[in-house]
């Protein structure tokens, strides 16, 4: 919300300190009028056109999309990973350099609530088996290509012990931490500029939605929207950017522990996921949910409300 400038008349020119937060400041207009001013922070730097900045973003979504199908087919993931940190994380970086605006702000790199990793923790485990839920109902409208899901899971899956930790690092911290810089840090700020939380929140997962959309498995839109509904409400309710990174990674990081059983060489289309895990996954997002709430009451004040 913008602040409210109350003119007031004084009898006399010059400025004036007024008792605690506000300043008085001559006005320009002729004559003893004055503007009533919170006081700007020293670091404070205009803030860039939402619609301009949210235009790139979705270009270098496109973009990436297409240079990613190549890279995956030529190098696998570590293309990807790549192109991920060239235009992910490289991106919005380099247009808040660009406009000079405080990279802290500008991609909410402040310092998680006291005690949020906990819920963190909840958040990235409870949202896998709705996630589950939503690409097994998004299949029966948008049938899945077999052959791809099977290409996708020989990618994911570690043939051996050796193999984990380098498919962990490209396919689970280095999509946690590009993603969340491009779609809850620059696109979701500067929707939360200009519009409300509720739609900034479902604008910013519907891009990362569709930064995921491929022709063979389509469905992978409706858990990917789900989860960016998710992290782009924890990052506004808590104002950092590493509460979404950490949900995110703990999403990945179980979804490749679990790719070999979810994702078989054999399956023809998602399966339904166990009931027990649904209810399982709800009731650790309600718990997340309630610790994140508690960790952070209320979003700051500074941070995009």
Known sequence: ???VYPTI???GRGSCSAPGRWSVWAAVSPGPEYILTPPQSPDAAPRGDPYLEGLATALVAITLFLAGRLLLSDFGLVGVAVAEWVALA???VAVLLLRRRNLRDGLALRGAPPGAAPATVLLG???LPLAWSAFWMA???APVDPGAVRILGRELVAQDGGELVPILILAAVTPAVCEELLFRGLLLGTLLDRHT???AVGASAAVFALLHWTPEASARMAPTLVLGLLLGWAVWRSGSIWVGVLTHLVYNATLLVGAAWSVG???PRPEAPPTALVLTGIALLAAGTHVLMIRSPHPPADARS
């Open 90 to 92: 490289g991106f919005p």
């Open 125 to 127: 485990l409870g949202a």
């Open 9 to 11: 008349r004084l009898p």
């Open 265 to 267: 060489p054999g399956l």
């Open 1 to 3: 919300m913008g602040w």
């Open 197 to 199: 939380p509720f739609v």
């Open 139 to 141: 299949s029966a409208v």
